[in-house]
């Protein structure tokens, strides 16, 4: 963290954006006292007091995932009052999502707004004072470096075990802890994974053929109580860490069915020796990434955009096509390896007859009898194919709907 152990009273209170709130002392008091006054209750709680809520203030978290639990915990984050929140998401809002998402409405879902962009604008009108950095991507190996970069922490709001497994990983290699949390049904889990302390998530579940084969919310459902369990137990061990009180962080696995109510608690084990990620070697060489991650802070808040461009660095774009059927969803992921160009696609699926939903980060299209499958496109090159699981027959729709000019680029790109 970027506040040291005891930090005192910073000269002045940030203000909205997390800029300096001015110079004069008569501004800075009354700044002082209405930042003392909106988290009151909060800094009387004597753990946390007003030297923790300073380094929530410094504090800068990622959320990967805006779904259920990534929706909820980025609200916890912003009202709790941490500086910088990450949030990354590859999806949109549904009315399927309504019930348990509770950070969004109907209007996000009839305008088809991109989880990540419309959690964005909901956390600033919630805290105008935080760095919100809003990604709409599909983390993977080539950008999760990008976005972790400068955290103090990973909030685990996804919905796969390859995902969740490769944020653990990048927890590790920066020496931060990874905050586990899953919910299907009735029954939630989590952890608070930490280098040099506890096992890496590989080590406790498996890779990810042994991880995947487990239920999912899509396959068995999932109540809204059950997600705010897990957030609530994920949002204590990140407060806990972050406000300097790691010795009262659970050191715990729990599990709980909360229909039935029935909690059990399982202590973490240490890292493996043998593993590259959690063993001895591990620990070292991750404490030492983690302070030259930190260092990269102060460029990071004061840099002139504070909403780092949603694209990605140019060598790590893959020029491949790459499919991956979406648990449970009846949907594919086709990521083309190239840009789309949404205005050029949105003429091309207007002369071929689809009916639109259009905003600027994405296009929904209908595709025309006698199909009922649905394409969402994204301008990183990710199509969603919705109403097939078959990943052979999502890329021949693409191939079908998609401009020629987009395929010709397919086939001259890498």
Not at 277 to 284: D, F, L, N, V
Request: charged share 25%.
């Amino acid at each position: 963290m970027a506040g040291g152990e005891g930090s005192g009273a910073p000269a002045a209170i940030a203000g909205p954006g997390g800029q300096p709130a001015g110079s004069s002392a008569t501004s800075e008091d009354g700044l002082r006292a209405s930042w003392r006054e909106r988290y009151s209750r909060q800094i009387r709680f004597a753990p946390i007091g007003e030297a923790g809520q300073l380094r929530l203030r410094e504090a800068s978290v990622l959320i990967a995932g805006c779904g259920a639990l990534g929706a909820s915990l980025a609200q916890h984050m912003a009202r709790a009052g941490v500086g910088r929140i990450v949030i990354v998401d590859r999806d949109y809002v549904e009315f399927s999502n309504l019930h348990r998402q509770t950070l969004f409405d109907e209007e996000d879902a009839r305008r088809v707004l991109p989880k990540a962009k419309a959690a964005e604008t909901k956390l600033r009108r919630i805290n105008g004072e935080a760095i919100i950095e809003a990604h709409v991507a599909d983390i993977s190996q080539h950008n999760i470096g990008k976005f972790a970069a400068g955290t103090d922490l990973i909030l685990d709001g996804t919905d796969n075990a390859a995902t969740r497994l490769l944020l653990c990983d990048e927890a590790f290699r920066l020496g931060i802890p990874f905050v586990y949390g899953g919910a299907t049904a009735s029954q939630g889990m989590s952890a608070m994974l930490v280098p040099g302390r506890t096992a890496c998530l590989s080590c406790l579940i498996g890779g990810e053929e042994e991880a995947e084969e487990g239920d999912s919310c899509d396959t068995r459902g999932v109540l809204s109580a059950t997600v705010e369990l897990v957030v609530a137990l994920q949002v204590a061990e990140a407060v806990k860490w972050l406000t300097g009180n790691r010795e009262s962080v659970r050191g715990t696995w729990l599990n709980a069915d909360i229909w039935n109510f029935a909690v059990r608690e399982f202590k973490l084990p240490s890292g493996v020796a043998s593993c590259g990620k959690c063993g001895c070697e591990a620990r070292a060489i991750g404490s030492e990434a983690h302070s030259v991650e930190i260092g990269l802070r102060h460029r990071l808040h004061n840099s002139e955009d504070d909403n780092c461009s949603d694209d990605l660095d140019r060598e790590s774009r893959l020029h491949v096509r790459r499919s991956a059927a979406l648990c449970g969803r009846d949907t594919v992921q086709v990521t083309l390896g190239f840009t789309l160009d949404l205005e050029r696609e949105i003429n091309y699926l207007e002369r071929l007859g689809c009916g639109m939903t259009v905003n600027p980060y994405l296009v929904k299209a209908e595709l025309p009898s006698p199909y009922t499958e649905k394409l969402v496109l994204f301008p990183d090159g990710r199509v969603l194919v919705q109403g097939t699981s078959d990943m052979a027959e999502a890329e021949r729709i693409c191939d079908e709907y998609l401009s020629r000019e987009n395929r010709r680029a397919e086939g001259t790109a890498g």
